[in-house]
């Protein structure tokens, strides 16, 4: 009878055990190995050592769909935060048809990913979108959104006069540098890329109001009671009270919307193009780029499981980071 209670919890974990160790650390330790392997879909022809590491420094398509992929980041996870948490406070004082309410937030995330796509592909259409016809009520016209490979920094400095080329190529001519690269870092992300960035935050804003919302309904009621009496203004409480007491529940959104943005597929894939990715390669992302390295027309599976241990890494090191974090604000 002893032993038997010993073996339980072994029991319960050894589903959720096999499938981490099947799906996830088994790949990872072949990714690790393919790495050092010359391995294309025909199967492996010599052992290499490090030169995929070697050529991922050199390989500008890399760094140019790496920087892709945190422009995505810096722009989705901190505007999904706030948004989600300024809907659940609003959603949180709704007393009647809240479940209704909830459900259609809910939607974007259980909705199908390439009707979604399909969806916001014909609302940024130049011709007949209703993003162009809406924007146009403000005198903006004639945007290219999916077909725009500009960066939003050189089309706002624009507005205003300021000719970002110009300065960057004088930058470029001065130092040496790439004056390409030193567009895509000063640049900002592409018109294109922005439309996934709203696509992307319009999604995941729903399931993460969601979790606010549950984290709101668990504060007492009794501090704002007590705020009240001692005269603090909303925006104190919400600041001295809500913020800090829901900091569990923002680490825990902060954390699945980095992982989930640095691993966008779906949307470049069914939003851009021909060819995927584009224009001028301004929406390809990390993961797409694996995908087209390991399965597009180089079939180089090694590269590929080389670029894939690179994005692991990062998104390894930025969960260890914000766990880090988390201990140090933790309430």
Known sequence: MKSKKEFSPFIYILPAAIIVLFFRFIPIVLSFILSFFNWTIRGPEGFIAFENYIKLFKDAQFWHSLINTFYLAVFVVPITLILSLFFANLLNKVKKLSGFFRTTYFIPTVTSLVAISIVWKLIFSPQSGLMNSFLSIFGIHGLGWLSESRGVFDLLLGTVGINLTHWLKILATQTGASFSMLYIIFGGPSLALFAIIIVCIWRGMGYNTIVYLAGLQNIPEIYYEAAEIDGASKFKQFFKITVPLISP??????????????????????MTGPPVGGPLGTTKVIVYYIYDTGLGEAMDLSYASTIALVLFFIILSLTLLQKRLEKKVHY
């Open 249 to 270: 529940t923002t680490f825990y959104v902060l954390l699945m919307t980095t992982i989930t943005t640095f691993q966008v597929f779906s949307q470049v894939y069914l």
